[in-house]
């Protein structure tokens, strides 16, 4: 079983799917919130399959560069396999392994980057304000440090569904088993203050669907695949039951063949700059 501060869903090909999925339903909002700057050199931390990554190196032009970071030698391997982002003026990317609470930049690297990311690390991390230490230090004098991450007690479905909503506040518990924090997302600022950064701007990427969105089936896709992917620590740790699993998850299926079904859900969003 995953130890203390591990990442929750593991690193299968499901995971991996999911994970492609999930790029590609919330990169444009984030990207719309990021407003990078051409020839800007940025580091992304928990780069997972570096999709936001090369999406970032399409923002910051042949000019600028990027560097992600990621724990897991699997996902690493899978990105370094993935297509470029389109177009032929993108910023360089290198993919480099290492942990955030060590971050692998040598020498010259501190204190050099114009903005420093990370999205949907620090829920699972034991130690989030290590991390964000590391990221303001990472970042040069009035370079810029945003946080994403979620806070999962704001999603919301309606018509409400009772064993969904049993299933999904075990799926919660199951980030304290792990030692990790399922509400990170309202702390976000306050983890920049404490880390050394002074937060200006917090807002919300909204995440949610309804029946008539023709994404919706993707929306639905990606978070059955959420649980599917907690449900050994679900069981493992008795948080509910193996038939509690299976009918909240029978529950969410047939609520989305509702044509007024509506998912409201959205990533919390903090920036802060390092001082001069």
């Known amino acids: 079983m995953r130890r203390p501060g591990a990442y929750l869903h593991g690193t299968s090909a499901g995971e991996q799917a999911r994970l492609a ?110 991390a964000v230490r590391l990221m303001v230090r990472a970042a040069r004098a009035g370079g810029g440090i945003v946080l994403e991450d979620d806070d999962h007690d704001v ?49 919300w990427v909204f995440f949610g669907s309804c029946a008539g969105d023709p994404r919706f089936p993707s929306f639905l896709e990606n978070l059955e695949g959420v649980l599917a992917g907690a449900r050994d620590i679900l069981l493992f740790h008795r948080l509910l039951s193996a038939s509690e699993v299976h009918d909240g998850i029978e529950a969410l299926r047939s609520w989305a063949e509702r044509p007024d079904a509506s998912l409201f859900y959205a990533i919390a969003w903090a920036e802060g700059l390092r001082p001069r």
């Open 21 to 130: 999925l999930l790029n590609r339903l919330v990169n444009p909002g984030s990207l719309a919130e990021l407003r990078i700057r051409q020839g800007a050199s940025i580091l992304e931390v928990g780069s997972g399959l570096g999709d936001f990554a090369r999406e970032m190196a399409a923002r910051a032009g042949p000019r600028g560069r990027v560097l992600g970071i990621e724990r897991s030698a699997r996902q690493l391997r899978a990105a370094r396999r993935r297509p470029p982002a389109r177009g032929a003026e993108v910023a360089e990317v290198e993919f480099r392994r290492g942990d955030a609470l060590a971050l692998p930049l040598r020498a010259g690297e501190w204190s050099s980057f114009d903005l420093v990311h990370a999205r949907f690390l620090l829920e699972h991390l034991h130690r989030p304000l290590a």
């Open 155 to 203: 999603l919301r479905l309606h018509p409400a569904l009772p064993a969904f909503a049993r299933l999904w506040r075990a799926y919660m518990r199951s980030f304290r088993v792990l030692g990790n924090d399922p509400l990170i997302g309202r702390k976000l600022p306050e983890l920049l203050a404490r880390a050394g950064a002074v937060p200006v701007r917090n807002n």
